[in-house]
């Protein structure tokens, strides 16, 4: 098994394209003529500026941002802009309204109360975070600054199948874990973001997709480094930006316009989920944690009951190849994180083992 690659259901860092890979180790000294590394690179050098400008063009063409939307190459991880966000938007109004789905989005509405007032649009707490509310559901501040939401719950497994309506309230989304799975209009946003470890490239990059009109308005005390409008000025360039991460998204771009874009992702997507629901569905031994309403495509949650159970699956499980199934502590149990570049033969060979081990673990349940 050493010498072979598994199939990795890793939440993040996760499962890069392995075309990806091989181009980028069959670069990695001498990148395209250049004589050295990308790694190596002044990011000021040309070689750089090309790469660093063809990632941004490719990102625009495939998710189709407006031209009045800058794309921000940071290095503050998904967790920074959990600060960055009420430090420069909340100003307009002091207020901010946040829909608490999950962690991720728990920890951002923790962290922005630091900086005025914010309201619950919603808390699905109640349920474990296992369901995502309908719009008639969302209790709206019209007079907030900005409306908060995180699309995909990486931990949880629920993903939003409908873009709230805030009625003209700025809407701010973290797509960390499901951006470039489905075609997005980019339009109704403010602002866009995404750690890059989940769906696009190795850890070290976030990206920030934001309106030009949203920058420039930030709080005082804002640091420099959390300052849209520093970045935005000097097109993510006022330090280092992280210049390896970039080069890879540049490749992961590449690799999603020769699979059909975000609409050829979206398809493989549901293809790899629903295999995958429906064998669990299927089988009397597993419990699904999401409601069928709210189930994400990226991120599948799933238990047998019996944490001895569940222990045996993932770790036999790992011995046929399937890595990284044990679930968050949060939720126990398993998680299948599926993200773009899984093959749906991964998940099919999965769903194999999924009633092999049923088969083999029901005797007098
Ligand atoms: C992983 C994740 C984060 C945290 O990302 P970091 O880059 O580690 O800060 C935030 N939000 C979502 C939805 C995530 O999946």
Redesign the pocket.
């Given at each position: 098994m050493s010498d072979q690659r598994v199939y990795n259901f890793a939440?993040?860092p996760s499962v890069l394209p392995l075309s990806v890979l091989e181009r980028a180790g069959s670069e990695i000294t001498n990148y395209r003529g250049s004589g050295m590394s990308v790694m190596e690179m002044s990011h000021r050098s040309k070689v750089f500026i090309d790469i660093f400008q063809q990632t941004q063009d490719k990102l625009r063409r495939l998710m189709n941002i407006p031209e009045n939307y800058r794309i921000l190459f940071l290095q503050?991880?998904?967790?920074?802009?959990?600060s960055a966000i009420p430090l420069n938007l909340i100003g307009t109004t002091g207020r901010a309204s946040y829909a608490v789905t999950?962690?991720?989005?728990h920890?951002?509405y923790q962290e922005a109360q630091k900086y005025g007032r914010i309201t619950l649009a919603c808390d699905t707490g109640d349920r474990n975070h296992c369901y995502i509310p309908r719009q008639s559901g969302l209790a709206l501040d019209p007079e907030a600054s900005y409306f908060y939401y995180?699309?995909?719950?990486?931990?949880y497994g629920t993903e939003w199948d409908y873009v709230p309506d805030t009625g003209g309230v700025p809407l701010v989304c973290?797509?960390?874990?499901d951006i470039l799975s489905m075609p997005v209009d980019v339009s109704k946003f403010g602002i866009i973001y995404?750690?890059?470890?989940?769906n696009m490239a190795p850890?070290g990059l976030?990206v920030v997709i934001i309106r030009e009109d949203l920058p420039g308005h930030e709080l005082p005390d804002t640091p420099l480094m959390m300052n849209y409008k520093t970045m935005v000025d000097k097109d993510s360039m006022y330090n280092t930006p992280p210049c390896w991460c970039i080069y890879m998204l540049g490749l992961t771009l590449d690799w999603v316009e020769e699979h059909g874009g975000p609409e050829g992702m979206e398809k493989l997507k549901w293809q790899r989920a629903n295999l995958l629901y429906e064998t669990l569905e299927r089988s009397p031994l597993f419990q699904l944690h999401a409601d069928k309403d709210s189930r994400s495509g990226m991120n599948v949650t799933f238990r047998t009951g019996s944490e001895e159970l569940d222990a045996k699956f993932v770790q036999e499980a790992a011995g046929a190849g399937f890595v990284n199934l044990k679930g968050h502590r949060k939720t126990g149990g398993m998680r299948a994180s599926i993200y773009n570049a899984m093959p749906v033969e991964g998940v099919e060979k999965l769903c194999d083992f999924i009633r092999a081990f049923e088969k083999n673990n029901s005797e007098g349940r």
């Amino acid at each position: 098994m050493s010498d072979q690659r598994v199939y990795n259901f890793a939440a993040g860092p996760s499962v890069l394209p392995l075309s990806v890979l091989e181009r980028a180790g069959s670069e990695i000294t001498n990148y395209r003529g250049s004589g050295m590394s990308v790694m190596e690179m002044s990011h000021r050098s040309k070689v750089f500026i090309d790469i660093f400008q063809q990632t941004q063009d490719k990102l625009r063409r495939l998710m189709n941002i407006p031209e009045n939307y800058r794309i921000l190459f940071l290095q503050t991880g998904a967790s920074g802009q959990f600060s960055a966000i009420p430090l420069n938007l909340i100003g307009t109004t002091g207020r901010a309204s946040y829909a608490v789905t999950g962690n991720f989005s728990h920890l951002a509405y923790q962290e922005a109360q630091k900086y005025g007032r914010i309201t619950l649009a919603c808390d699905t707490g109640d349920r474990n975070h296992c369901y995502i509310p309908r719009q008639s559901g969302l209790a709206l501040d019209p007079e907030a600054s900005y409306f908060y939401y995180c699309a995909n719950n990486t931990i949880y497994g629920t993903e939003w199948d409908y873009v709230p309506d805030t009625g003209g309230v700025p809407l701010v989304c973290d797509m960390s874990s499901d951006i470039l799975s489905m075609p997005v209009d980019v339009s109704k946003f403010g602002i866009i973001y995404a750690g890059a470890q989940k769906n696009m490239a190795p850890a070290g990059l976030t990206v920030v997709i934001i309106r030009e009109d949203l920058p420039g308005h930030e709080l005082p005390d804002t640091p420099l480094m959390m300052n849209y409008k520093t970045m935005v000025d000097k097109d993510s360039m006022y330090n280092t930006p992280p210049c390896w991460c970039i080069y890879m998204l540049g490749l992961t771009l590449d690799w999603v316009e020769e699979h059909g874009g975000p609409e050829g992702m979206e398809k493989l997507k549901w293809q790899r989920a629903n295999l995958l629901y429906e064998t669990l569905e299927r089988s009397p031994l597993f419990q699904l944690h999401a409601d069928k309403d709210s189930r994400s495509g990226m991120n599948v949650t799933f238990r047998t009951g019996s944490e001895e159970l569940d222990a045996k699956f993932v770790q036999e499980a790992a011995g046929a190849g399937f890595v990284n199934l044990k679930g968050h502590r949060k939720t126990g149990g398993m998680r299948a994180s599926i993200y773009n570049a899984m093959p749906v033969e991964g998940v099919e060979k999965l769903c194999d083992f999924i009633r092999a081990f049923e088969k083999n673990n029901s005797e007098g349940r």
